[in-house]
């Protein structure tokens, strides 16, 4: 599978994840389980388009590693959550369109 499909799969799977989270009150594992989804698509998505020689996407990606970082959690309320995940979810979404690997893309 090229890594324009797997990059696609993994953020929609995230953004999901992130939009389910903003809808329901879910049990706290729910959320362990958002961190560490959200966590390794994005440090995924930092690692592609770091090889890919994007450094913008690198740092933005890495940020948001950071924010859903499941071993040092950061602790925010629920409504400033709600918000975060929105944006979040909504940037893994434009992001499918905008950053995308060039056909030819390898790792080195």
Known sequence: MEFNKKKNIAT???ATFLFLA???SW???FFTLLRLVVFGTTVY????AYKSERQS??????FIALIFNPLIPLHLGRDLWVVVDLLVAVFLI???????LPK???IK
Do not use: A, R
Not at 45 to 48: E, F, G, K, V, Y
Not at 57 to 62: C, E, I, L, R, S
């Open 12 to 14: 929609i799977i995230s």
């Open 45 to 48: 998505l930092s690692w592609l």
């Open 27 to 29: 049990p706290y594992g």
């Open 22 to 24: 903003m809808f329901s």
């Open 57 to 62: 996407w690198t740092w933005v990606f890495g």
């Open 94 to 100: 434009i992001s499918i369109f905008i950053f995308k």
């Open 104 to 106: 030819e893309f390898k």
